[in-house]
T-cell receptor, first 109, second 113 residues
Framework: EDKVVQSPLSLVVHEGDTVTLNCSYEVTNFRSLLWYKQEKKAPTFLFMLTSSGIEKKSGRLSSILDKKELFSILNITATQTGDSAVYLCALINDYKLSFGAGTTVTVRA | NAGVTQTPKFQVLKTGQSMTLQCAQDMNHNSMYWYRQDPGMGLRLIYYSASEGTTDKGEVPNGYNVSRLNKREFSLRLESAAPSQTSVYFC????????????FGPGTRLTVL
């Protein structure tokens, strides 16, 4: 199976801090890499990255993919308590998603 | 537009009992998926259906069966539940093609005693 490794497993920050989450993988032939946010319920879609080196941004969140070094990062700037969640990354190959174990982010007021 | 719906939300079974988890989507997606989520292990694919009329095994299919009833509905059946199947089950749907992000249902929390 496709291997996806996320780090760190968990972290605790204070409001206003910047967070960088890592996702590394061992598959070289895949369609896209996705990031999801999960807050106690279903994962909700954040980003899809298909091309290397092109940053995607949505408000305080941004993400980039490096296909040469086989990793992606998700940045969250000026964190808020509402950013507390599990962040999942996944690879799409054929029709299937292979997920990492996730990073649990806790933002304290 | 409800997106992806799942029933039931919670279920407790005894070892050996059977049950079917139901999933429906109203986004006209071709592909549908069943995942299980266990602590520290992320989401693991059980079965998927790339299009109506087809089903395929995922990473952890043992102990499960699926039925793609029509384009909207994809059910997951546990024929003889085991405690190892205690988990949260998510159904998802997605479009075919390059931009195949998946949309998830609210999940079913299943406990097998």
């Amino acid at each position: 199976e496709d291997k996806v490794v996320q780090s760190p497993l968990s972290l605790v920050v204070h409001e206003g801090d910047t967070v960088t989450l890592n996702c590394s993988y061992e598959v070289t032939n895949f369609r896209s890499l996705l990031w999801y946010k999960q807050e106690k319920k279903a994962p909700t879609f954040l980003f899809m990255l298909t091309s290397s080196g092109i940053e995607k941004k949505s408000g305080r969140l941004s993400s980039i993919l490096d296909k040469k070094e086989l990793f992606s990062i998700l940045n969250i700037t000026a964190t808020q308590t509402g950013d507390s969640a599990v962040y999942l990354c996944a690879l799409i190959n054929d029709y299937k998603l292979s997920f990492g174990a996730g990073t649990t982010v806790t933002v304290r007021a | 537009n409800a997106g992806v719906t799942q029933t039931p939300k919670f279920q407790v079974l005894k070892t050996g009992q059977s049950m079917t988890l139901q999933c429906a989507q109203d986004m006209n997606h071709n592909s549908m998926y069943w995942y299980r989520q266990d602590p520290g292990m992320g989401l693991r694919l059980i079965y998927y259906s790339a299009s109506e009329g087809t089903t395929d095994k995922g990473e952890v299919p043992n102990g499960y069966n699926v039925s793609r009833l029509n384009k909207r509905e994809f059910s997951l059946r546990l024929e003889s539940a085991a405690p190892s199947q205690t988990s949260v089950y998510f159904c998802a749907s997605g479009r075919l093609g390059t931009y195949n992000e998946q949309f998830f249902g609210p999940g079913t929390r299943l406990t097998v005693l």
